[in-house]
């Protein structure tokens, strides 16, 4: 563990009641308190009571996190810039997922500045941290906006050749009530392909038509309708694990997805600057968490909307998902999650 700074949380406000708690341990959600169809604040995202929790010693976790340095997997640990390859930590099979098991979301960040609104954190990870080249400097800032949405805005530089690609960890359940399952929520995605994965969970390259397929989600469909199908993808992923290629194509003015609660009438649309979406169903909540208010998280018990490059893109040959950062550029990556 990083441990320079000390753990803080900050709870942020809009002007209509929207409310998130956010520690600088991993830049993590802690809670985000939404107004459901009757005005009660509904708690919508999971995790932990008390911030021991969080630290990798006690669980293993990713609930609300800003993920780096590579967001999702990177086939056999490694990646090649430049025609240099390098090792990185094995953690999911022979995969690197979410930078490792030392990645960002264990991660002390620096607190640059909070106000009512607005919190910005920043980190620096060294050259050779988790294996990745370069020293990277980069910031993640939370906004809770006045049309309630919770606005994340990334960037970050580097000295060297590198690869980056951040992401929100939050694990959503509209319902605001994590002992239900989000088989009911509606989920709207504007996107023609996926990308399939193999046996791994690694893309095989191919961008394949959602058409006709469980993976169809261009109309609104209860996330339940066909998660249990005999549908390979499905059975790989143990339900929904998987990219889709946004049809935005970058552009962050028009929803890319929507999520819909039937229960609490609590619906969010999600804007991003990025060109892929990963859903994750909670298809590894086992269980054995135990969250907030003593609630026990089983399998289904949220879904996670992780806007980001395609997994493994480093490895692959995808000119709409480009994850190198190289001295001079800035990433940026800019995610809305707004409620309505």
């Known amino acids: 563990m990083h441990m320079e700074q000390n753990v803080t949380l900050h709870t942020l406000r809009n002007a209509h009641g929207l409310r998130a708690e956010i520690t600088n341990l ?8 939404v107004p459901d169809k009757d005005g009660q604040l509904r708690d919508v995202v999971l995790g932990f009571e008390n911030v021991e929790d969080y630290l990798p010693e006690n669980h293993r976790s990713d609930f609300g996190a ?37 990645g960002w979301q264990y991660r002390m960040f620096n ?17 050779g941290d988790s294996g990745f ?3 990277v400097c980069a910031r993640v800032m939370y906004t809770l906006t006045d049309d309630n949405a919770m606005d994340i805005e990334y960037e970050a530089v580097t000295d060297e050749p590198t690869v980056i690609n951040m992401t929100n960890h939050s694990y959503f359940n509209l319902n605001g009530d994590a002992s239900t399952d989000i088989l009911n929520h509606l989920l709207t995605i504007d996107a023609d392909r996926y990308t399939p994965i193999g046996e791994t969970f690694i893309p095989s390259g191919e961008l394949a038509s959602v058409e006709g397929t469980p993976m169809d989600f261009r109309q609104p469909k209860p996330i339940g309708r066909d998660i249990a ?4 993808q499905l059975r790989i992923g143990r339900g929904y694990d998987h990219n889709w ?35 994750y169903t909670g ?7 135990v969250g907030k208010g003593g ?6 018990a949220a879904v996670c909307l992780e806007t980001q490059k395609f997994p493994d893109s480093p490895n692959q040959n995808w000119p709409e998902s480009n994850a190198f950062l190289r001295p001079g550029e800035v990433y940026r990556s800019h995610t809305r999650f707004k409620f309505i």
Not at 66 to 95: E, K, S, W
Not at 113 to 127: G, I
Not at 229 to 232: A, I
């Open 283 to 289: 298809n590894f909540l086992d269980g054995t968490f």
């Open 133 to 135: 080249p370069g020293n």
């Open 26 to 33: 991993g830049g993590r959600v802690v809670s985000l308190f």
């Open 66 to 102: 800003a993920i780096g340095r590579y967001a999702n997997r990177l086939n056999n640990g490694q990646i090649t810039v430049d025609g240099h390859t390098y090792h990185l930590p094995q953690n999911d099979g022979a995969n690197c997922l979410h930078g490792g098991p030392d």
């Open 245 to 279: 290629v946004l049809n935005t194509k970058g552009v962050d003015s028009r929803p890319c997805a929507r999520l819909d609660s039937p229960v609490t009438g609590i619906a969010l649309e999600v804007y991003t600057t990025e060109p892929g979406m990963q859903v």
């Open 111 to 127: 607190v640059e500045s909070v106000c009512e609104n607005r919190l910005v954190l920043s980190l620096v990870s060294e050259d």
């Open 295 to 300: 609630v026990v998280y089983h399998q289904r």
């Open 229 to 232: 199908t005999d549908f390979e």
